[in-house]
């Protein structure tokens, strides 16, 4: 039978010298192959993605107070894509000829912003490389129309992922 397990606290073993969070992955993975990576190695390297997932690539620390910021907590986000609907098949003939296919529902589409993803087999399309918008209702309506410049064929798949108006 085993004896018992004995418990040791790392924050009473040691504490971090400083609160860095500029630790590259390249960093950490180039120390774990070398066998040099430490407790400490590790925490910074948390602390660096932890900055990077809040931050991406503009300045600001893992410990600030975001709610004073401004910056929204992953449960405020969802709320706000909360209306985004993703992987819908797009409606229309697909029969190597069709160019025009609709959404089941209107979408939000802002000029130079990326408001809908439509997907060809898996690969995203590009606006105006690949498909272009429109409103089938005409101006003001509301968009709700794919025109892609490569017509599908009824083996493909089209879908796409938006925010519903």
């Not at 400490?40 to 900055?51: G, H, N, P, T």
Request: glycine share 12%; no cysteine; aromatic share 8%.
């Amino acid at each position: 039978m085993a004896g018992p397990q004995q418990r040791v606290r790392y924050d009473r073993v040691r504490v971090a010298d400083s609160k860095d969070d500029q630790k590259s992955p390249a960093q950490i993975v180039t120390g774990a192959l070398t066998g040099s990576v430490t407790q400490e190695d590790y925490q910074e390297f948390v602390l660096s993605q932890i900055k990077r997932i809040i931050w991406g690539t503009a300045p600001g620390n893992w410990y600030l107070d975001f709610a004073s910021l401004g910056i929204l907590s992953l449960k405020e986000l969802s709320k706000v894509v909360g209306d985004g609907v993703y992987g819908v098949g797009l409606l229309g003939v697909k029969n190597g000829v069709n160019l025009i296919f609709t959404s089941p529902d209107k979408f939000v589409n802002v000029a130079g912003g990326e408001t809908i993803r439509v997907l060809y087999n898996g690969q995203r399309l590009l606006e105006i490389d690949d498909y272009t918008l429109s409103e089938s209702g005409g101006v003001g309506t509301g968009y709700d129309t794919v025109t892609t410049l490569v017509a599908p064929r009824s083996s493909d798949k089209l879908t796409a992922d938006y925010t519903k108006v």
